[in-house]
């Protein structure tokens, strides 16, 4: 039962970043219809499709799936001879709130609270970046965080790099083609998705220096961002695909990850 849970929420995972990799390429050619490049703006997208509310139910129950996944890691332990230390153990509980939030986001927008999951993380974030500015010591909150979510990023770009998910996955019962191709999507997308973090990181750090919220930025804003450089919105396609990339590896986990 605890499989399944899991490997349904690594097909949810999968669904959320490919659509918002589709968006943000949306965004990079100025055809976004004024949607997010976020969480929110992919359940926005499924809403509007046919079925999109059961869609929203499914998805929304298979994050729970994850959730309980993660849950029974922090009690159990993971699979592999280290499995069992406090440090994974940790890690897999605070996974476990995370997609026990997201998923409770969904299924709030699935019954129409539309501003529970769909709200733009580029607002939420700045209405918290003020908060906690105002606080006594608040800058050096809104940096430290801004430097932890940063160095996550660089972590996850690494341990991509590094093909550290092969431990993670059943690697001899791929084909070759089939190996290929999860390294492929493995190294791009986590390289991809750990830039996004440590920018949006990089970004917290400076409105903490400046003492200025609006520095600070959702994923949406954060993908924007990749336009402004000298490379344009290529760089911003560049990222896109990667995260799609990343929603599809995520599907290979479904099939192959140890659990």
Known sequence: MVEVCGRAGFVARGVIYVLIGVLAVRIAFADSGGQQADRGGALAEIAHKPFGGVMLWLLGIALIGMAIWRLSEAAFGQPGPDGDKAGKRAAAAGRCVFYGFVSYSVLAYAVGDKGSGSGSTDKRTDDVTARVLD???????????????????????????????RKHLKMSEMSPVERKAVDVLGVFGGSARGIVFATAGAFAVAAAVQHTPGKSKGMDDTLRSFTGTPAGPWLLVLIAVGLIAFGVFSWANARWRKV
């Open 135 to 165: 606080w006594p010591g608040g800058q050096w909150i809104v940096a430290i965080a801004g430097v932890a979510v940063a160095c996550t990023g660089l972590w996850i770009a690494a341990r991509a790099v590094m093909h550290k998910y």
